[in-house]
Protein backbone atom coordinates (compact mmCIF):
# COMPACT_ATOMS: atom_id res chain seq x y z
CA UNK A 1 0.00 0.00 0.00
CA UNK A 2 2.87 2.57 0.61
CA UNK A 3 3.51 2.03 -3.05
CA UNK A 4 -0.11 2.92 -4.15
CA UNK A 5 -0.06 5.96 -1.68
CA UNK A 6 3.58 7.55 -2.73
CA UNK A 7 2.33 6.93 -6.35
CA UNK A 8 -1.07 8.67 -5.56
CA UNK A 9 1.04 11.37 -4.15
CA UNK A 10 3.53 11.81 -7.13
CA UNK A 11 0.82 13.00 -9.40
CA UNK A 12 0.42 16.12 -7.34
CA UNK A 13 -0.57 17.52 -10.43
CA UNK A 14 -3.48 15.70 -10.33
CA UNK A 15 -4.95 15.94 -7.13
CA UNK A 16 -3.57 19.76 -6.21
CA UNK A 17 -3.71 21.60 -9.85
CA UNK A 18 -5.87 20.03 -11.83
CA UNK A 19 -8.47 19.94 -9.05
CA UNK A 20 -8.32 23.80 -8.02
CA UNK A 21 -8.55 24.36 -11.75
CA UNK A 22 -11.73 22.49 -12.14
CA UNK A 23 -13.19 24.08 -9.37
CA UNK A 24 -11.85 27.68 -10.69
CA UNK A 25 -13.69 26.72 -13.76
CA UNK A 26 -17.43 25.81 -12.25
CA UNK A 27 -17.50 29.39 -11.42
CA UNK A 28 -16.36 30.35 -14.71
CA UNK A 29 -19.17 32.25 -15.79
CA UNK A 30 -20.55 33.76 -12.42
CA UNK A 31 -19.58 37.44 -11.47
CA UNK A 32 -18.47 36.31 -7.88
CA UNK A 33 -16.68 33.80 -8.96
CA UNK A 34 -15.15 31.48 -5.93
CA UNK A 35 -16.75 34.00 -3.83
CA UNK A 36 -19.67 32.07 -3.55
CA UNK A 37 -18.23 29.45 -1.90
CA UNK A 38 -18.34 32.16 0.92
CA UNK A 39 -21.85 34.09 0.22
CA UNK A 40 -24.07 30.87 1.22
CA UNK A 41 -22.42 30.19 4.57
CA UNK A 42 -22.04 33.80 5.16
CA UNK A 43 -26.08 34.15 4.53
CA UNK A 44 -26.60 30.70 6.51
CA UNK A 45 -24.30 31.48 10.06
CA UNK A 46 -25.55 35.49 9.99
CA UNK A 47 -29.45 34.08 10.46
CA UNK A 48 -28.13 31.14 12.75
CA UNK A 49 -27.00 33.64 15.05
CA UNK A 50 -29.44 35.99 15.00
CA UNK A 51 -31.86 32.84 15.82
CA UNK A 52 -29.54 30.78 18.70
CA UNK A 53 -28.56 33.45 20.51
CA UNK A 54 -31.92 34.68 20.98
CA UNK A 55 -32.80 31.44 21.97
CA UNK A 56 -29.84 29.65 23.59
CA UNK A 57 -29.44 30.62 27.39
CA UNK A 58 -25.77 31.37 26.82
CA UNK A 59 -23.20 33.98 26.07
CA UNK A 60 -23.57 35.22 22.44
CA UNK A 61 -19.91 35.86 22.72
CA UNK A 62 -19.86 32.21 23.13
CA UNK A 63 -22.37 31.00 20.47
CA UNK A 64 -21.66 32.98 17.82
CA UNK A 65 -17.84 32.06 17.15
CA UNK A 66 -18.83 28.55 18.65
CA UNK A 67 -21.46 28.67 15.48
CA UNK A 68 -19.01 30.26 13.18
CA UNK A 69 -15.92 28.43 13.35
CA UNK A 70 -17.98 25.27 13.66
CA UNK A 71 -19.55 25.62 11.00
CA UNK A 72 -16.69 25.75 8.41
CA UNK A 73 -14.56 23.09 9.81
CA UNK A 74 -18.43 20.90 9.79
CA UNK A 75 -18.63 21.68 6.10
CA UNK A 76 -14.91 20.13 5.82
CA UNK A 77 -15.33 17.44 7.53
CA UNK A 78 -18.81 16.57 6.16
CA UNK A 79 -18.03 17.79 2.51
CA UNK A 80 -14.63 15.29 3.12
CA UNK A 81 -17.17 12.29 4.38
CA UNK A 82 -20.34 12.54 1.78
CA UNK A 83 -17.12 13.24 -1.09
CA UNK A 84 -15.30 10.31 -1.13
CA UNK A 85 -18.04 7.90 -0.84
CA UNK A 86 -18.26 8.90 -4.35
CA UNK A 87 -14.67 9.19 -5.21
CA UNK A 88 -13.64 6.42 -6.72
CA UNK A 89 -17.12 5.78 -8.45
CA UNK A 90 -16.80 9.40 -9.98
CA UNK A 91 -13.50 8.35 -11.64
CA UNK A 92 -14.70 5.40 -13.33
CA UNK A 93 -13.13 6.74 -16.65
CA UNK A 94 -9.57 7.63 -14.88
CA UNK A 95 -9.39 4.11 -13.10
CA UNK A 96 -10.37 2.35 -16.29
CA UNK A 97 -8.58 4.32 -18.99
CA UNK A 98 -5.35 3.54 -17.28
CA UNK A 99 -3.46 2.91 -13.90
CA UNK A 100 -4.83 5.07 -11.79
CA UNK A 101 -3.64 5.02 -8.12
CA UNK A 102 -6.42 4.36 -5.65
CA UNK A 103 -5.45 7.50 -3.17
CA UNK A 104 -5.35 9.63 -5.70
CA UNK A 105 -9.32 11.04 -5.93
CA UNK A 106 -9.67 10.74 -2.16
CA UNK A 107 -6.23 13.01 -2.23
CA UNK A 108 -8.39 15.20 -4.74
CA UNK A 109 -11.38 15.21 -2.08
CA UNK A 110 -9.19 16.83 0.55
CA UNK A 111 -7.89 19.69 -1.76
CA UNK A 112 -11.11 20.03 -2.94
CA UNK A 113 -12.74 20.22 0.64
CA UNK A 114 -9.29 22.03 1.70
CA UNK A 115 -9.73 24.76 -1.20
CA UNK A 116 -13.64 25.54 0.14
CA UNK A 117 -12.28 25.97 3.49
CA UNK A 118 -9.78 28.38 2.94
CA UNK A 119 -12.64 30.49 1.31
CA UNK A 120 -15.39 29.76 4.23
CA UNK A 121 -13.13 30.40 7.03
CA UNK A 122 -12.00 34.20 6.11
CA UNK A 123 -15.46 35.26 6.59
CA UNK A 124 -16.21 32.70 9.73
CA UNK A 125 -13.28 33.95 11.30
CA UNK A 126 -13.91 37.96 11.25
CA UNK A 127 -17.43 37.41 12.26
CA UNK A 128 -15.95 35.16 15.51
CA UNK A 129 -13.21 37.90 16.05
CA UNK A 130 -16.22 40.53 16.25
CA UNK A 131 -17.17 38.80 19.43
CA UNK A 132 -14.32 37.91 21.22
CA UNK A 133 -11.27 39.15 22.97
CA UNK A 134 -8.06 38.88 20.81
CA UNK A 135 -6.44 35.92 20.16
CA UNK A 136 -4.93 33.30 22.90
CA UNK A 137 -1.78 31.65 22.95
CA UNK A 138 -3.23 28.73 21.81
CA UNK A 139 -3.93 29.38 17.98
CA UNK A 140 -0.25 28.02 17.00
CA UNK A 141 -2.08 24.52 17.14
CA UNK A 142 -4.31 25.47 14.12
CA UNK A 143 -1.71 24.21 11.67
CA UNK A 144 -1.40 20.98 13.83
CA UNK A 145 -4.90 20.84 13.75
CA UNK A 146 -5.03 21.39 10.10
CA UNK A 147 -2.79 18.27 9.64
CA UNK A 148 -4.15 15.82 11.97
CA UNK A 149 -7.49 16.69 10.39
CA UNK A 150 -5.95 15.88 6.58
CA UNK A 151 -3.86 12.85 7.77
CA UNK A 152 -7.14 11.14 9.20
CA UNK A 153 -9.44 12.28 6.47
CA UNK A 154 -7.17 10.57 3.70
CA UNK A 155 -7.69 6.64 5.12
CA UNK A 156 -11.17 7.39 6.14
CA UNK A 157 -11.72 9.00 2.73
CA UNK A 158 -10.19 5.46 1.32
CA UNK A 159 -12.32 3.39 3.25
CA UNK A 160 -15.63 5.09 2.64
CA UNK A 161 -14.73 5.48 -1.42
CA UNK A 162 -13.96 1.60 -1.36
CA UNK A 163 -16.99 0.30 0.22
CA UNK A 164 -19.42 2.56 -1.32
CA UNK A 165 -18.03 1.53 -4.80
CA UNK A 166 -18.76 -2.04 -3.64
CA UNK A 167 -21.85 -1.35 -1.75
CA UNK A 168 -23.90 1.09 -3.32
CA UNK A 169 -26.49 1.79 -0.58
CA UNK A 170 -23.74 2.77 2.26
CA UNK A 171 -22.91 6.26 0.16
CA UNK A 172 -27.06 6.88 0.85
CA UNK A 173 -27.17 6.03 4.46
CA UNK A 174 -23.31 7.77 4.72
CA UNK A 175 -25.64 10.84 3.28
CA UNK A 176 -28.90 10.35 5.77
CA UNK A 177 -26.16 9.95 9.03
CA UNK A 178 -24.47 12.69 7.95
CA UNK A 179 -27.49 15.24 8.43
CA UNK A 180 -28.19 13.16 11.61
CA UNK A 181 -24.68 14.05 12.43
CA UNK A 182 -24.74 17.86 12.08
CA UNK A 183 -27.62 18.46 14.75
CA UNK A 184 -25.52 16.10 17.13
CA UNK A 185 -21.98 18.00 17.02
CA UNK A 186 -22.21 20.99 19.12
CA UNK A 187 -22.50 23.77 15.98
CA UNK A 188 -25.85 25.45 16.88
CA UNK A 189 -25.18 24.39 20.58
CA UNK A 190 -22.60 24.59 22.77
CA UNK A 191 -20.26 21.53 24.21
CA UNK A 192 -21.19 22.94 27.63
CA UNK A 193 -24.76 22.45 27.26
CA UNK A 194 -24.06 18.32 27.06
CA UNK A 195 -25.47 17.60 30.64
CA UNK A 196 -26.99 14.80 32.53
CA UNK A 197 -27.28 11.39 31.80
CA UNK A 198 -26.82 11.43 27.85
CA UNK A 199 -23.66 13.44 28.33
CA UNK A 200 -21.43 10.50 27.44
CA UNK A 201 -23.08 11.16 23.78
CA UNK A 202 -21.24 13.95 22.72
CA UNK A 203 -17.79 12.41 23.73
CA UNK A 204 -18.59 9.24 21.38
CA UNK A 205 -18.86 11.59 18.72
CA UNK A 206 -16.33 11.91 16.42
CA UNK A 207 -17.20 14.75 14.57
CA UNK A 208 -17.34 16.59 17.65
CA UNK A 209 -13.59 16.28 18.42
CA UNK A 210 -12.14 16.64 15.03
CA UNK A 211 -13.99 20.00 14.95
CA UNK A 212 -12.67 20.95 18.20
CA UNK A 213 -9.19 20.21 17.58
CA UNK A 214 -9.09 23.41 15.30
CA UNK A 215 -12.01 25.28 17.05
CA UNK A 216 -11.13 25.78 20.70
CA UNK A 217 -8.14 27.73 19.43
CA UNK A 218 -9.38 29.68 16.96
CA UNK A 219 -12.30 30.63 19.29
CA UNK A 220 -10.17 31.18 22.74
CA UNK A 221 -11.46 28.00 24.46
CA UNK A 222 -9.24 26.00 26.62
CA UNK A 223 -7.84 23.11 24.38
CA UNK A 224 -9.08 19.55 26.09
CA UNK A 225 -5.93 16.81 25.51
CA UNK A 226 -9.00 14.39 24.77
CA UNK A 227 -9.90 15.69 21.58
CA UNK A 228 -6.43 15.16 20.27
CA UNK A 229 -5.63 11.81 21.79
CA UNK A 230 -8.84 10.57 20.29
CA UNK A 231 -8.42 12.45 16.84
CA UNK A 232 -5.05 10.73 16.60
CA UNK A 233 -6.26 7.61 17.37
CA UNK A 234 -9.07 7.99 15.45
CA UNK A 235 -6.61 8.21 12.17
CA UNK A 236 -4.24 5.33 13.80
CA UNK A 237 -7.46 3.09 13.88
CA UNK A 238 -8.25 4.37 10.05
CA UNK A 239 -4.34 4.14 8.87
CA UNK A 240 -4.22 0.13 10.35
CA UNK A 241 -7.85 -0.46 8.92
CA UNK A 242 -7.02 1.11 5.49
CA UNK A 243 -3.77 -1.00 4.71
CA UNK A 244 -5.77 -4.33 5.85
CA UNK A 245 -8.25 -3.34 3.36
CA UNK A 246 -5.71 -2.82 1.03
CA UNK A 247 -3.63 -6.01 1.55
CA UNK A 248 -6.74 -8.27 1.29
CA UNK A 249 -8.21 -6.80 -1.53
CA UNK A 250 -5.96 -4.20 -3.50
CA UNK A 251 -7.33 -2.85 -6.57
CA UNK A 252 -10.06 -5.52 -7.16
CA UNK A 253 -12.66 -2.90 -6.00
CA UNK A 254 -12.51 -1.35 -9.78
CA UNK A 255 -14.14 -4.57 -11.16
CA UNK A 256 -17.54 -3.20 -9.17
CA UNK A 257 -17.41 0.45 -10.96
CA UNK B 1 2.17 -3.49 -14.17
CA UNK B 2 4.84 -0.83 -15.04
CA UNK B 3 8.70 -2.54 -15.69
CA UNK B 4 11.12 -0.16 -15.55
CA UNK B 5 14.57 0.00 -18.22
CA UNK B 6 13.59 -3.09 -20.34
CA UNK B 7 12.61 -1.57 -23.47
CA UNK B 8 9.42 -0.98 -24.77
CA UNK B 9 6.74 -3.95 -24.32
CA UNK B 10 3.45 -5.21 -23.84
CA UNK B 11 2.52 -8.22 -22.45
CA UNK B 12 -0.46 -10.05 -21.04
CA UNK B 13 0.24 -14.21 -19.95
CA UNK B 14 -3.03 -15.95 -19.36
CA UNK B 15 -5.08 -13.17 -18.58
CA UNK B 16 -8.82 -13.52 -17.67
CA UNK B 17 -11.34 -11.24 -16.36
CA UNK B 18 -14.90 -11.82 -14.49
CA UNK B 19 -17.02 -9.16 -13.43
CA UNK B 20 -19.14 -9.52 -10.78
CA UNK B 21 -23.31 -9.85 -12.03
CA UNK B 22 -24.42 -7.18 -8.89
CA UNK B 23 -27.04 -5.03 -10.34
CA UNK B 24 -28.59 -7.19 -12.97
CA UNK B 25 -29.54 -10.09 -10.96
CA UNK B 26 -30.65 -8.99 -7.42
CA UNK B 27 -33.62 -7.26 -6.25
CA UNK B 28 -33.44 -3.85 -5.08
CA UNK B 29 -36.33 -2.57 -3.53
CA UNK B 30 -38.08 0.05 -5.68
CA UNK B 31 -41.76 0.42 -4.52
CA UNK B 32 -42.66 -0.68 -8.31
CA UNK B 33 -41.31 1.48 -10.11
CA UNK B 34 -39.18 -0.83 -11.94
CA UNK B 35 -42.38 -2.39 -13.19
CA UNK B 36 -43.95 0.61 -14.46
CA UNK B 37 -40.79 1.26 -15.74
CA UNK B 38 -39.43 -1.52 -18.13
CA UNK B 39 -42.88 -3.82 -17.55
CA UNK B 40 -42.99 -6.98 -14.61
CA UNK B 41 -41.39 -9.59 -17.45
CA UNK B 42 -37.99 -8.70 -17.86
CA UNK B 43 -35.75 -11.88 -16.61
CA UNK B 44 -33.49 -11.61 -13.95
CA UNK B 45 -30.68 -13.62 -13.94
CA UNK B 46 -28.51 -15.47 -10.94
CA UNK B 47 -26.47 -13.19 -8.98
CA UNK B 48 -24.08 -15.79 -7.69
CA UNK B 49 -22.02 -16.23 -10.57
CA UNK B 50 -20.03 -13.67 -12.62
CA UNK B 51 -19.31 -13.14 -16.22
CA UNK B 52 -16.15 -14.02 -17.78
CA UNK B 53 -15.54 -10.76 -20.12
CA UNK B 54 -11.90 -12.10 -20.76
CA UNK B 55 -10.73 -15.52 -20.85
CA UNK B 56 -6.77 -16.88 -21.33
CA UNK B 57 -5.50 -13.71 -23.29
CA UNK B 58 -2.28 -13.78 -24.27
CA UNK B 59 -0.34 -11.46 -26.08
CA UNK B 60 3.20 -10.43 -26.40
CA UNK B 61 4.24 -7.03 -28.30
CA UNK B 62 7.38 -5.10 -28.41
CA UNK B 63 8.51 -2.01 -30.71
CA UNK B 64 7.49 -1.64 -33.77
CA UNK B 65 4.13 -4.10 -32.97
CA UNK B 66 1.14 -2.42 -34.08
CA UNK B 67 -1.81 -4.75 -32.71
CA UNK B 68 -5.59 -4.61 -34.38
CA UNK B 69 -8.36 -6.14 -32.30
CA UNK B 70 -11.13 -7.26 -34.34
CA UNK B 71 -14.46 -9.16 -33.40
CA UNK B 72 -18.05 -7.79 -33.07
CA UNK B 73 -19.49 -5.83 -30.59
CA UNK B 74 -19.24 -7.44 -27.29
CA UNK B 75 -16.43 -9.79 -27.77
CA UNK B 76 -14.09 -7.86 -24.77
CA UNK B 77 -11.77 -5.94 -26.97
CA UNK B 78 -12.37 -2.54 -24.76
CA UNK B 79 -12.27 -4.48 -21.99
CA UNK B 80 -9.19 -5.66 -23.09
CA UNK B 81 -7.83 -2.12 -23.63
CA UNK B 82 -8.46 -1.22 -19.94
CA UNK B 83 -6.94 -4.57 -18.44
CA UNK B 84 -3.47 -3.78 -21.18
CA UNK B 85 -3.33 -0.54 -20.02
CA UNK B 86 -3.10 -1.67 -16.01
CA UNK B 87 -6.72 0.20 -15.22
CA UNK B 88 -8.62 -2.98 -14.77
CA UNK B 89 -6.71 -5.43 -12.62
CA UNK B 90 -7.63 -9.09 -14.23
CA UNK B 91 -9.32 -11.88 -11.53
CA UNK B 92 -5.84 -14.28 -13.40
CA UNK B 93 -2.90 -13.50 -15.04
CA UNK B 94 -0.09 -11.05 -15.66
CA UNK B 95 0.00 -8.22 -17.59
CA UNK B 96 3.19 -5.86 -18.19
CA UNK B 97 4.51 -3.40 -19.72
CA UNK B 98 7.46 -0.67 -20.37
CA UNK B 99 7.57 2.59 -21.60
CA UNK B 100 5.27 5.18 -21.57
CA UNK B 101 1.52 4.10 -21.99
CA UNK B 102 -1.43 6.40 -23.19
CA UNK B 103 -4.71 5.09 -23.55
CA UNK B 104 -7.73 6.60 -24.89
CA UNK B 105 -10.23 4.53 -23.80
CA UNK B 106 -12.36 7.27 -23.20
CA UNK B 107 -10.94 10.27 -25.31
CA UNK B 108 -13.11 12.72 -23.55
CA UNK B 109 -11.94 12.45 -20.25
CA UNK B 110 -10.61 15.50 -18.63
CA UNK B 111 -12.02 17.54 -21.09
CA UNK B 112 -13.58 20.50 -19.32
CA UNK B 113 -16.65 22.13 -21.64
CA UNK B 114 -16.37 25.26 -19.48
CA UNK B 115 -12.15 25.52 -19.80
CA UNK B 116 -10.76 27.31 -23.69
CA UNK B 117 -9.24 24.20 -25.74
CA UNK B 118 -6.12 25.92 -24.73
CA UNK B 119 -6.31 25.21 -21.43
CA UNK B 120 -7.57 21.72 -21.67
CA UNK B 121 -4.32 20.94 -23.51
CA UNK B 122 -2.79 22.07 -19.97
CA UNK B 123 -5.24 20.52 -18.31
CA UNK B 124 -5.05 17.06 -20.10
CA UNK B 125 -1.05 17.85 -19.54
CA UNK B 126 -2.21 18.20 -15.60
CA UNK B 127 -3.37 14.45 -16.03
CA UNK B 128 -0.91 13.01 -17.79
CA UNK B 129 1.27 14.18 -14.95
CA UNK B 130 3.64 16.59 -17.44
CA UNK B 131 4.39 19.99 -16.15
CA UNK B 132 2.98 23.08 -17.26
CA UNK B 133 5.58 24.80 -18.79
CA UNK B 134 6.05 21.44 -20.46
CA UNK B 135 2.72 21.77 -22.12
CA UNK B 136 2.94 25.04 -22.86
CA UNK B 137 6.29 24.55 -24.87
CA UNK B 138 4.30 21.95 -26.96
CA UNK B 139 1.06 24.03 -26.71
CA UNK B 140 1.65 25.43 -30.36
CA UNK B 141 2.30 22.27 -32.44
CA UNK B 142 -0.49 21.10 -30.77
CA UNK B 143 -2.90 23.55 -31.72
CA UNK B 144 -1.00 23.53 -35.32
CA UNK B 145 -1.61 20.12 -35.64
CA UNK B 146 -5.31 19.68 -34.51
CA UNK B 147 -6.02 22.52 -37.07
CA UNK B 148 -8.51 24.34 -34.60
CA UNK B 149 -6.96 28.06 -35.29
CA UNK B 150 -8.10 31.16 -33.11
CA UNK B 151 -10.68 28.46 -32.09
CA UNK B 152 -9.06 26.98 -29.42
CA UNK B 153 -9.28 30.01 -27.18
CA UNK B 154 -13.08 29.13 -27.33
CA UNK B 155 -14.29 27.50 -25.15
CA UNK B 156 -14.99 23.43 -25.42
CA UNK B 157 -18.70 23.56 -24.86
CA UNK B 158 -19.35 25.72 -28.26
CA UNK B 159 -17.06 22.45 -30.16
CA UNK B 160 -18.24 19.76 -31.99
CA UNK B 161 -17.61 16.75 -31.53
CA UNK B 162 -15.06 15.86 -34.57
CA UNK B 163 -13.56 19.16 -32.88
CA UNK B 164 -13.16 17.60 -29.64
CA UNK B 165 -11.76 14.57 -30.67
CA UNK B 166 -9.02 16.26 -32.74
CA UNK B 167 -8.08 18.52 -29.93
CA UNK B 168 -7.97 14.86 -27.82
CA UNK B 169 -5.87 12.88 -30.48
CA UNK B 170 -3.57 15.70 -31.09
CA UNK B 171 -2.73 16.49 -27.31
CA UNK B 172 -2.24 12.37 -27.05
CA UNK B 173 -0.02 11.73 -29.99
CA UNK B 174 2.20 15.05 -28.78
CA UNK B 175 2.46 13.86 -25.27
CA UNK B 176 5.05 11.67 -26.61
CA UNK B 177 4.15 8.60 -25.55
CA UNK B 178 5.86 5.09 -26.64
CA UNK B 179 2.49 3.03 -25.93
CA UNK B 180 -0.86 3.82 -27.19
CA UNK B 181 -4.34 2.50 -27.03
CA UNK B 182 -7.00 3.60 -28.95
CA UNK B 183 -10.86 2.49 -28.93
CA UNK B 184 -12.79 2.45 -32.24
CA UNK B 185 -11.85 6.38 -32.23
CA UNK B 186 -9.65 7.47 -35.41
CA UNK B 187 -12.54 7.63 -37.09
CA UNK B 188 -13.47 10.73 -35.36
CA UNK B 189 -12.92 13.89 -37.40
CA UNK B 190 -13.56 14.79 -40.50
CA UNK B 191 -12.35 13.14 -43.81
CA UNK B 192 -8.80 15.32 -44.18
CA UNK B 193 -8.22 15.05 -40.33
CA UNK B 194 -8.46 11.45 -40.40
CA UNK B 195 -6.05 10.83 -43.19
CA UNK B 196 -4.10 13.35 -41.80
CA UNK B 197 -4.43 10.98 -38.10
CA UNK B 198 -3.68 7.98 -39.74
CA UNK B 199 -0.14 9.49 -41.26
CA UNK B 200 0.70 10.53 -37.71
CA UNK B 201 0.22 7.40 -36.53
CA UNK B 202 2.61 6.08 -39.72
CA UNK B 203 4.88 8.03 -38.28
CA UNK B 204 4.51 7.32 -34.98
CA UNK B 205 4.57 3.85 -35.22
CA UNK B 206 7.76 4.25 -37.36
CA UNK B 207 9.39 5.45 -34.37
CA UNK B 208 9.61 1.81 -32.92
CA UNK B 209 6.16 1.97 -30.57
CA UNK B 210 3.71 0.18 -29.99
CA UNK B 211 0.23 0.45 -30.82
CA UNK B 212 -3.19 -1.55 -30.05
CA UNK B 213 -6.28 -0.26 -31.67
CA UNK B 214 -9.71 -1.51 -31.41
CA UNK B 215 -11.73 -1.22 -35.10
CA UNK B 216 -14.10 -2.75 -36.93
CA UNK B 217 -12.50 -0.57 -40.08
CA UNK B 218 -10.49 -3.51 -41.50
CA UNK B 219 -9.36 -0.93 -43.90
CA UNK B 220 -7.92 0.70 -41.25
CA UNK B 221 -6.70 -2.62 -39.67
CA UNK B 222 -4.70 -3.51 -43.06
CA UNK B 223 -3.07 -0.08 -43.59
CA UNK B 224 -1.93 0.45 -39.85
CA UNK B 225 -1.71 -3.11 -37.75
CA UNK B 226 1.07 -5.84 -38.78
CA UNK B 227 -0.59 -8.09 -36.42
CA UNK B 228 -4.44 -8.71 -35.70
CA UNK B 229 -6.11 -10.96 -32.76
CA UNK B 230 -10.08 -11.56 -33.94
CA UNK B 231 -12.00 -11.50 -30.35
CA UNK B 232 -14.79 -13.91 -29.64
CA UNK B 233 -16.62 -13.52 -26.09
CA UNK B 234 -12.86 -12.43 -24.49
CA UNK B 235 -11.21 -15.56 -26.44
CA UNK B 236 -8.60 -14.43 -28.86
CA UNK B 237 -10.27 -17.19 -31.99
CA UNK B 238 -7.53 -15.92 -34.25
CA UNK B 239 -4.04 -14.03 -34.23
CA UNK B 240 -2.22 -13.27 -37.54
Not at chain 1, 120 to 149: D, E, K, N, Q, R
Not at chain 1, 160 to 182: E, H, K, P, Q
Not at chain 2, 55 to 77: M, Q, T, V, W
Not at chain 2, 148 to 171: D, H, K, N
Request: contains cysteine; hydrophobic residues 50%; positive net charge.
Amino acid sequence: MIKELSESLALWRVWFFATIYRIVLSQRRTYLGTAWFFVGITMVVSVKALLFSGILSAPVERIVPNLAIGMAFWRLLAGMVNDSCRSIARNKAHFEQSYFPLFTPVLSTLVHQGFLLAHTIIPMFVISVLYISPLAISFVLVPAALGVIALGAVPVGFLLAVFCTRYRDLGNLVNSIMGVMFFLTPIIWIPEMAKGPYAWFLYLNPFFHFIELARDPLVGQPIEALNWIVAIGITAVAWLAAFALFRSYGRRVLIWL
Amino acid sequence: MAIKNQGTFLSAKDVSLIYPKAGSGHRTSNFGWQSILTGSGQKSVPDNQGRRVLDGINIELKEGDRLGLAGRNGAGKTTLLKVLSGGLPPTNGIVQHSGRLVSLVYPQMGINGEATGYENILLRGLHLNLSLSHMRNIADEIIDFSELGEQIYEPVRTYSAGMRARLSFSIMIHSNPDIILLDEWIGAGDKMFQKKAAAKMKEFVKGARITVLATHNEQLLNSICNKVATMERGKIVDMK
